[in-house]
């Protein structure tokens, strides 16, 4: 928190990210409650966790000018529905098997998701089709990298 008490040297506004605040020790979370409670008007708090950590109720109660926005992953249910209804929005559908691979892979995530959607999407060519378990080999989902160091030189 040193950090959002400090005046930016280079701007008007300096923004301040913690992320992963359900790890902390409860005198860090203890600092938390009362710089919100006078915070720095140059700085924006942002506080990120995975899950919603107890203490949250206790900062929210504590904030003079804060909001608080929960990004939460999707259920397994809701997950299924959005990644449907994004395929189904551009005219084609896909089997039950790949949105389990999808999601089991990608994940919960509504931005990782349709991103997902998308490049199915994409690799239609926005025909209407049906998209299949075969078709995630289009997508990131079965990406390898490479260290450069290991490449065989083309010499």
Do not use: W
């Not at 942002?46 to 926005?69: F, G, H």
Request: hydrophobic share 40%; charged share 25%.
């Amino acid at each position: 928190l040193s950090e959002a008490n400090t005046s930016s040297v280079f701007s008007n506004l300096r923004i301040v990210i913690l992320d992963g605040i359900e790890t902390l020790k409860a005198d860090e979370l203890l600092e938390i409650v009362n710089y919100v409670k006078d915070p720095s008007p140059s700085t924006r708090l942002v506080l990120m966790s995975d899950k919603k950590p107890l203490i949250s109720d206790i900062i929210a109660k504590n904030m003079t000018q804060c909001i608080i926005v929960n990004f939460a992953k999707f259920t397994d249910d809701e997950a299924r529905t959005f990644l449907r209804s994004q395929i189904e929005k551009a005219g084609a559908s896909i089997s039950p098997p790949a949105i389990e691979i999808i999601i089991e892979i990608a994940g919960k995530d509504a931005a990782t998701l349709k991103n997902e959607a998308d490049k199915l999407i994409a690799y239609h060519h926005g025909k209407k089709t049906s998209i299949k378990e075969s078709d995630r080999k289009s997508t990131r989902l079965n990406s390898s990298h490479t260290d450069i160091s290991r490449m065989p030189s083309s010499a």
